[in-house]
């Protein structure tokens, strides 16, 4: 199946850059600013879920939530909040669509190209050092030095005892103890089995 699922989201772009360009998520600002309002509130406005207006017999008038953020951003409303983005019907669309039927321009931006030896290689060593990763952080530096891992250079044992102050019969036993653990991993057998 050459499928290929693009999703969109539409969002309110200027209070995306209000908030994302100095906190990690909303939660984060949220925790940082709770004057702005709730979680939930914010996330609504920000995802185009929660009109910054409510009709009133007076006309229109901005929710309170809407109210506190451009006040925190020191916004008008209807600049913070213009009214196009809140009109849209569907903020969230998702559709499928054969990968060959895509610009040639576009295809290396959405998908790595999996039948590169490059690729291929790479993608071994990320499953290779997610299986060893549990031996601990030295460890896991001594076997990327010794197997030339991970943009590391390939160095002897006695390179890695060195620069490690510990013997090439140490640096001996992590290799092999390396080499145990990924014999005995269902993923390593699995990458193993692929290169025959």
Not at 166 to 178: D, F, G, H, M, Y
């Amino acid at each position: 199946m050459n499928q290929i699922r693009i999703e969109m989201r539409a969002r309110n772009n200027i209070l995306w850059h209000k908030i994302f360009d100095e906190h990690e998520n909303v939660n984060a600002f949220c925790m940082a600013c709770p004057e702005a309002g709730s979680q939930q509130a914010v996330g609504g406005l920000l995802n185009l879920k929660r009109s910054p207006v409510s009709g009133t017999k007076k006309g229109k008038q901005y929710t309170l939530p809407a109210k506190r953020l451009a006040r925190h951003f020191g916004m008008l409303e209807e600049d913070l909040f213009p009214d196009r983005l809140y009109e849209i019907e569907r903020p969230q669309l998702a559709i499928e669509i054969p990968f060959s039927q895509l610009d040639r321009k576009a295809q290396p931006f959405l998908l790595p190209d999996a039948e590169t030896a490059e690729y291929r290689a790479k993608e071994k060593t990320r499953r290779l050092l997610r299986t060893l990763a549990h031996l601990g952080p030295r460890y896991l530096e001594i076997v990327k030095m010794r197997f030339g891992l991970d943009g590391c250079r390939e160095m002897s044992q006695e390179e890695i005892g060195k620069n490690y102050d510990v013997s090439k019969a140490r640096i001996s036993q992590i290799e092999k103890k390396a080499i145990n653990r990924m014999r005995r991993s269902h993923e390593a057998a699995l990458i193993l089995e692929e290169e025959r």
